[in-house]
């Protein structure tokens, strides 16, 4: 359900796309990286567009996060859900955080938000789910597609974008 299957024992994942050079972007599904937050496709999405926002910094919790950082990364989860709303035509959002391993969080050390665009009936679109998870080629398809909806944002985006 989360993006952790990624990770190597002991790093984050979050970090790690933080760290990563633009080259490696569409590899890690890194899609806009800003001073201080980022965004990402979920590996094992909900929905097709399964985006994650995360503060560049490691931490678990709201309270962690600078007022500077608390807001880049708010501001960013609201630019990337209306985008989505656009430009996917989504008729509807989940928007959210899960904070701590008791609230279902798969990667409960750094901060991460969700953005998961909705389709009335998308319900049925989860046995296609499956196949998505085990194509690798089909995020690729996601990401191309979601890198040109994100542009104009502010922040650094994927090289040729
Ligand atoms: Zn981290």
């Given at each position: 359900m989360e993006y952790i299957l990624g990770s190597k024992q002991g790093a984050c994942i979050f970090c790690e796309f933080a760290a990563a050079p633009r080259a490696a972007w569409r590899e890690k599904l890194v899609l806009l990286a800003q001073p201080h937050a980022l965004v990402c496709l979920n590996k094992y999405p909900f929905a097709a567009g399964h985006l994650l926002v995360a503060p560049r910094r490691h931490v678990s919790t709201l309270g962690e996060l600078s007022a500077e950082e608390y807001d880049a990364t708010m501001r960013l989860l609201r630019d990337v859900t209306e985008r989505m709303r656009v430009g996917q035509r989504a008729e509807g959002m989940n928007v959210g955080?899960?904070?701590g391993k008791a609230a279902g969080a798969g990667i409960?050390?750094?901060?991460?938000?969700?953005v998961v665009p909705r389709w009335v009936g998308d319900v049925n679109f989860m046995p296609v789910l499956a196949d998505v998870r085990a194509m690798p080629e089909h995020l690729d398809d996601t990401w191309r597609r979601l890198v040109p909806l994100l542009a104009g944002l502010p922040g650094d985006h994927p090289e040729g974008a």
């Open positions: 955080f899960n904070l409960a050390e750094h901060l991460h938000g969700h």
